[in-house]
């Protein structure tokens, strides 16, 4: 007698047509978590913090040499050198003129900055000063 051998034949499932979600979600929750972690550090204004101006005493003589120029940056952002406001594209030529009257050596800057000005437009006064052949750079307060 041969032996019959039965099959078992299991009805072919459908396809499963759902999207599984699980990996989905949990890529959705790193970057939640990611994006949540760089945010606050992706601030574009920093806070500008000034020192404070301590009256020193001036018991020493006057010098021959020329007083460093003076760049003021205004709360709105505006730019005044030695007390004229100068536009962002006359800035660099016009400093660049100024600095080129003194002579080496006597080719300083100080700015002031007011206590609400923009940081990052203090920034590119300084670069444009430097740009324009500033030998060195000062940051000055007023005393109150």
Known sequence: ?????????K????LQSDINVTPLVDVVLVLLIIFM???PLMRRELMLQLPSAEAAPTN???SKELAPGLVRLTAEGTLLLEGEAVSEADYVPRLRRFLEARPRGQRGLF?????????ARLVVALDGAKAA???G???A????
């Open 1 to 9: 007698m041969r032996s019959k051998r039965q099959f078992l034949v």
């Open 11 to 14: 009805p072919q499932s459908a």
């Open 37 to 39: 972690v760089v945010t």
């Open 60 to 62: 020493a003589p006057p």
């Open 111 to 119: 700015f002031q900055p007011d206590a609400r000005a923009p940081y």
């Open 133 to 135: 052949g500033a030998e």
């Open 137 to 139: 750079l000062g940051l």
């Open 141 to 144: 307060v007023e005393s109150h």
